[in-house]
């Protein structure tokens, strides 16, 4: 099977002295899995370099039907992304994203709205001011969250209500299980639902503030899709914003 595919590059993982694992999302075929070139030879930086976190490529797969790792040949860079490369912020970002992205879409099928999502987000961030990065990747989990179909149901909100985070709903009670938030904490919830790239810049928020509504974003994805507990990044993510 000689298949050309468009990947978004997530996580590698050395395998041997010869090999790295590189798992990545296609349009053509949802999560995939590569044997790319490891070691220092030209080759294999070049591949390092165009497969980075978020790295977004043309490239032919080569494997039988059913093979889980498959080889990869005529590797073509198709965004070019310099912002991320030279920002250390935004490369953290980034990894945040990737490391996500690398739980949620695990055993994922093609979806190419998903895809397309997260190739514009990623240029998004690229293009971004430095400055008005801040409230973007709790942006980007509410879009994510949208396309899998656990978007949280706003459209009943009025002030003083409670969110329940079992059901998805605002409350004017809580309910009687745990998984609730507060009267405040539910009204950054139903902010955060108004947000998008382009107004992202103008919620201010506190670092608590913003690491408190990121909690609950990857508290509500652990309960309704992916266990997100285990990203590495995020503590990164905690002391930049």
């Not at 080889?71 to 920002?87: A, D, F, I, K, P």
């Not at 709205?113 to 942006?139: E, K, M």
């Not at 919830?189 to 108004?194: F, G, K, T």
Request: with cysteine; charged share 20%.
């Amino acid at each position: 099977m000689n298949q050309k595919m468009h990947i978004i590059a997530l996580r590698q993982v050395k395998h041997s002295e010869r090999h790295t694992i590189l798992s990545a999302y296609s349009l053509e075929a949802g999560r995939v899995a590569f044997a790319i070139p490891a070691g220092n030879g030209r080759e294999a930086s070049r591949m390092r370099a165009l497969l980075m976190p978020l790295g977004v490529a043309e490239c032919v797969a080569y494997g039988k039907p059913g093979q889980e790792v498959m080889r990869m040949g005529g590797v073509r860079q198709l965004q070019s992304y310099n912002g991320l490369l030279m920002h250390p912020v935004k490369s953290a970002v980034a990894l945040f994203m990737a490391e996500v992205l690398d739980l949620v879409l695990r055993d994922g099928d093609a979806d190419e709205s998903v895809w397309h999502y997260v190739c514009d987000s990623v240029g998004v961030l690229d293009g971004i001011q430095a400055g008005r990065s801040a409230n973007f990747h709790i942006c980007f989990l509410w879009g994510l969250g949208r396309l899998l179909g656990i978007e949280p149901d706003t459209e009943g909100y009025r002030q003083g209500m409670v969110f329940d985070m079992i059901d998805g709903v605002f409350r004017v009670t809580a309910p009687l299980h745990r998984q609730w938030l507060n009267a405040d904490e539910s009204a950054a919830v139903y902010a955060l639902s108004r947000m998008n790239y382009t107004n992202m810049h103008l919620y201010r928020m506190s670092r608590l503030q913003r690491n408190a509504l990121l909690d609950g974003e990857l508290r509500y994805f652990s309960l309704h899709h992916t266990p997100l507990g285990a990203i590495k990044s995020l503590d990164v993510l905690r002391v930049l914003f």
